[in-house]
T-cell receptor, first 118, second 114 residues
Framework: AQTVTQSQPEMSVQEAETVTLSCTYDTSESDYYLFWYKQPPSRQMILVIRQEAYKQQNATENRFSVNFQKAAKSFSLKISDSQLGDAAMYFCAYRSGGGGTSYGKLTFGQGTILTVHP | GAGVSQSPRYKVAKRGQDVALRCDPISGHVSLFWYQQALGQGPEFLTYFQNEAQLDKSGLPSDRFFAERPEGSVSTLKIQRTQQEDSAVYLC????????????FGPGTRLTVL
């Protein structure tokens, strides 16, 4: 079974600065997808960024980028120019690329609470 | 509606009561997922539907948990004889067929069992 580990329960950053959230995962599969989700206090889970394991290039979405190290099974999220609205719980998640009855099932890490200081 | 909706947003139940949680997916979304999120933890998969077919229920923690989607649209998660350990946020997500990487989540139902 796949596992996702986020070793930082809490992180903080000053507004306009950069912060990196860590995530490691364990899998024996070669085809999979990795995600970072943001969950504000409203509880609505919002997709921040996605990485396909077969792509070597790191994904980027505006101020959000990832450092995907496939051999090390590491998938960190970098937030640049942090804004007050970035404050939330961040979850790393894994999805198997195979089909079958578990198609689409996401496995989440424990989460990292990000605080942004003005 | 524009997004996934869930009702009620909050539910308080006495231990031993039965509860029913509703999920309205985005119109046209064939795939529907339920997750359970304990306080301060990440969501955990419960079950998956494709249309009305429940293809995976491996995450349901006990036979007190039951989910259905009889017409392939609205889904209901039912918990019988609730226990304190059932207290959690229950999240629903939906996606188009063939787009499992684009799951849209609802706001969740916070269940508190006293």
């Amino acid at each position: 079974a796949q596992t996702v580990t986020q070793s930082q329960p809490e992180m903080s950053v000053q507004e306009a600065e950069t912060v990196t959230l860590s995530c490691t995962y364990d899998t024996s599969e070669s085809d999979y997808y990795l995600f970072w989700y943001k969950q504000p206090p409203s509880r609505q889970m919002i997709l921040v960024i996605r990485q396909e394991a077969y792509k070597q290039q790191n994904a980027t979405e505006n101020r959000f980028s990832v450092n995907f190290q496939k051999a090390a099974k590491s998938f960190s999220l970098k937030i640049s120019d942090s804004q007050l609205g970035d404050a939330a719980m961040y979850f790393c998640a894994y999805r198997s690329g195979g089909g079958g009855t578990s198609y689409g099932k996401l496995t989440f890490g424990q989460g990292t609470i990000l605080t942004v200081h003005p | 509606g524009a997004g996934v909706s869930q009702s009620p947003r909050y539910k308080v139940a006495k231990r031993g009561q039965d509860v029913a949680l509703r999920c309205d997916p985005i119109s046209g979304h064939v795939s529907l997922f339920w997750y359970q999120q304990a306080l301060g933890q990440g969501p955990e998969f419960l079950t998956y539907f494709q249309n009305e077919a429940q293809l995976d229920k491996s995450g349901l923690p006990s036979d007190r948990f039951f989910a259905e989607r009889p017409e392939g649209s609205v889904s209901t998660l039912k918990i019988q004889r609730t226990q304190q350990e059932d207290s959690a946020v229950y999240l629903c997500a939906s996606s188009l067929i063939g787009r499992p990487n684009e799951q849209f989540f609802g706001p969740g139902t916070r269940l508190t069992v006293l």
